[in-house]
């Protein structure tokens, strides 16, 4: 039965493809070759029936942006160290300009449309003509893309998505103008969506709302109450704002308070809760007593104060407790709430008013902006450092993930930090410790490691996880997590950058030989991750009113967070820029010294031990923690 219908389904696609192929006697109808497949349908989804021809469809075609193949030569040249340079952000008109598609492109996609029989008045282009759309039935597109569209059903939730169902084609000579065609192959991060939605919890996100991102689970929460002290005297039982401040060195009074900018990004109906804060700051902050972060609401995003689930409040209680008294009463962090489906491209179209269309814009399966609420598209002001807790599996939609990483590098560009934690289930990825199957699907099952994503994205710096081991105080060296996994490993979809290879070849030169993993379970092109480290464990914090341990690179990525914008401080101070994208600095001969490495510790996972630290550069700690003060000192004598 299964083997019958999946042969007829062969015969259909081939007979399409040779369809168009047999009647092309021009040369615009060059023959069609897969653009794009899916090599499996994402767990938790089944194929349910065929779709029904005459179903309208928004189709839009992204087409390929000029220049990208140069981005990471534009991006060394303000951000490695050695070049003259150094510093000199973009604008973002400059951005924009850059990377706009190509007259050639634009035509080469209309004139194939026209000429397979779509009536040119149908075509609409985007304003920067990043993109064409046309509504058509699905009959139309599963001709013009020689495909076959079928409704795939979620198994818990009913929800149901329309998708192609192995690949899709083009022309040869149109499918090096285009990224992508939409709605395709994408599933996107629906799989950790529907998980969320089974809590049946608070909106904005409803049911069927896709929510890729889920903040990393709070490894422990205990009650500590009384026994808490305010100094930095039990480090390696409770961590205080002092002990990361003696950790670090990092005991820094803010004064460029009026250009600086500093972000904490939260997602869909993640709240921080006002009087939580207050009751942490009380102990180890008084003076933020009745200090808020500043809202920024993307696509409606809110706080909400009457929530009392620890799932919902436990990340944004803890980004915020532990950043604004690091930060200081003086300047002032930025809450960029996402509302929706909390994705990330809706926090990067709310900045960037470019990418709202860019490259096909969002993908209606991920990127959901409630009804009613109308979409933000560069209406917010950036800030120049972000610090983002929330991660997935780097099993995506591999353009989609492109699309996204590439942004972040036109940030970059732009003199933007973005700071993602690595995640937490050590060579597992975050979203629900899932690892690859040899079939490709992901699952929490032993199987090959896999990282999480943004963090492997080369253009944000990625943060790991360490402890202060027991028995130990805040002026020993760290090791890495140990109650769970520092977040780590080799990308699969990003290779390894030119200013990574040193260390990372150095790192797998040296260890890379007696892990005994075949090869196929981590990528050792790829790009590794993370790339520095702070403290994850155990992190002292206020949840419903009282006081508990949590942790994670949750915890680690604000604390970096605060010390990048204290470096940001600095400069501005000096009448210099912020540091922007700082990863071929923090890997230069220049800034060796900057860091403690870290040396203790493995990051288990997908039934495994992980990683082994290292001296130098490890797939667990990065390069590891840092001294604040060389830290600052190395980017102040940059220009
Ligand atoms: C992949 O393999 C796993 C384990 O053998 C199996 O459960 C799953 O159904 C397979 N998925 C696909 C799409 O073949
Ligand atoms: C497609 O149809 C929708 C709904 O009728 C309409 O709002 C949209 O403008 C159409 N798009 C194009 C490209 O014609
Ligand atoms: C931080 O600086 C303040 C003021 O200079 C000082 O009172 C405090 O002891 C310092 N804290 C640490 C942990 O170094
Ligand atoms: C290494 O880390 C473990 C915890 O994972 C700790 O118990 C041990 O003391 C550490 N060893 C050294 C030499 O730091
Ligand atoms: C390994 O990573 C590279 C990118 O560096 C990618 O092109 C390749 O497909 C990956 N291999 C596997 C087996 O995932
Ligand atoms: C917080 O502490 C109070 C008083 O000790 C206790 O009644 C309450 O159950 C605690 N809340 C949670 C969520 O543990």
Redesign the pocket.
């Known amino acids: 039965m299964v083997l019958l219908s999946s042969f007829n389904l062969f015969i259909g696609l081939v007979s399409a493809v040779a369809g168009v192929a047999s009647t092309s006697t021009s040369p615009l109808l060059s023959r069609r070759i897969l653009h794009e497949r899916r090599s499996a349908v994402p767990q938790g989804w089944s194929l349910h029936r065929r779709a029904d021809p005459d179903t309208v469809i928004p189709l839009s075609i992204a087409l390929r942006q000029s220049n990208l193949d140069n981005l990471d030569d534009y991006l060394l040249e303000i951000a490695d160290p050695t070049s003259p340079k150094y510093g000199q952000h973009w604008t973002p008109a400059r951005v924009a300009q850059t990377f706009r598609p190509s007259k050639e492109s634009v035509d080469a996609v209309r004139t194939w449309l026209v000429h397979d029989g779509v009536d040119g008045s149908r075509i609409q282009f985007t304003k920067d003509r990043a993109y064409l759309q046309l509504n058509v039935t699905v009959a139309e597109a599963e001709s013009l893309l020689a495909t076959e569209y079928y409704v795939y059903q979620h198994d818990d939730s009913g929800v149901e998505h329309l998708a192609c169902h192995h690949g899709y084609h083009l022309p040869e000579h149109v499918s090096s103008h285009v990224d992508l065609v939409s709605p395709t192959v994408q599933f996107g991060g629906i799989k950790l969506g529907a998980a969320l939605a089974k809590r049946g919890g608070a909106s904005p996100a409803k049911k069927d709302m896709p929510r890729p991102h889920g903040p990393p689970k709070t490894p422990v929460a205990a009650e500590v109450g009384s026994a808490l002290t305010a100094d ?1 005297t039990n480090c390696d039982q409770q961590v205080t704002p ?1 002990c990361l ?2 950790l670090y060195g990092f ?1 820094y ?1 803010f004064v460029a308070t009026d250009k600086n900018k500093v972000g904490v990004v939260e997602l869909a109906d993640q709240t921080y809760v006002a009087k939580d804060l207050d009751v942490f700051f009380k102990k180890f902050a008084p003076e933020l007593v009745g200090v808020e972060p500043t809202l920024v609401s993307i696509d409606g995003g809110k706080v909400d104060f009457t929530e009392t689930d620890e799932s919902i409040i436990g990340e944004s209680n803890l980004d915020f407790q532990l950043i604004m008294p690091l930060l200081g009463k003086e300047q002032q962090v930025s809450l960029f709430q996402v509302g929706g489906s909390g994705s990330f491209n809706l926090l990067l179209d709310a900045v960037d008013g470019a990418y709202c269309t860019f490259d096909g814009g969002d993908d209606p399966s991920e990127d959901v902006v409630p009804s009613g609420v109308k979409e933000d598209c560069g209406t917010k002001a950036p800030a120049f450092v972000y610090s983002v807790s929330y991660a997935g599996a780097e099993d995506d939609d591999v353009h989609y993930m492109q699309r996204q990483c590439t942004e972040f590098g036109k940030l970059a560009l732009a003199g933007m930090t973005f700071l993602f934690a690595s995640g937490d289930n050590g060579v597992a990825s975050n979203s629900a410790n899932l690892c690859l199957l040899p079939n490709g699907t992901a699952a929490d099952a032993p199987g090959a490691f896999l990282p999480n994503f943004p963090a492997t994205c080369p253009y944000v710096t990625a943060v790991g996880s360490t402890q202060v081991d027991a028995g130990k105080s805040a002026r020993d060296v760290e090791s890495a997590t140990s109650s769970f996994g520092s977040g780590g490993g080799f990308s699969n979809v990003f290779p390894r950058p030119k200013w990574q290879k040193r260390a990372v070849g150095g790192y797998l030169s040296k260890v890379g030989g007696s892990l005994g993993y075949a090869g196929d379970v981590f990528n050792r092109s790829g790009r590794g991750v993370p790339d520095v480290a702070a403290n994850g464990f155990p992190t002292a914090v206020v949840i419903d009113g009282n006081f508990t341990l949590s942790g994670g690179t949750s915890a680690s990525t604000p604390i970096f967070a605060a010390m990048v914008a204290a470096v940001n401080d600095a400069r501005l101070a000096a009448g210099k820029g912020p540091v922007g994208w700082m990863n071929p600095a923090l890997y230069s001969h220049m800034f060796a010294g900057v860091f403690n490495d870290i040396t203790n510790g493995t990051n288990p996972g997908c039934g495994t031990d992980g990683f082994p630290t290292a001296a130098g550069w490890d797939p667990v700690t990065g390069l590891g923690t840092v001294k604040f003060q060389q830290l600052l000192q190395r980017f102040l004598t940059l220009p």
Request: proline share 0%; no cysteine; hydrophobic share 15%.
């Open positions: 930095a002092d401040r003696e005991n009074t």
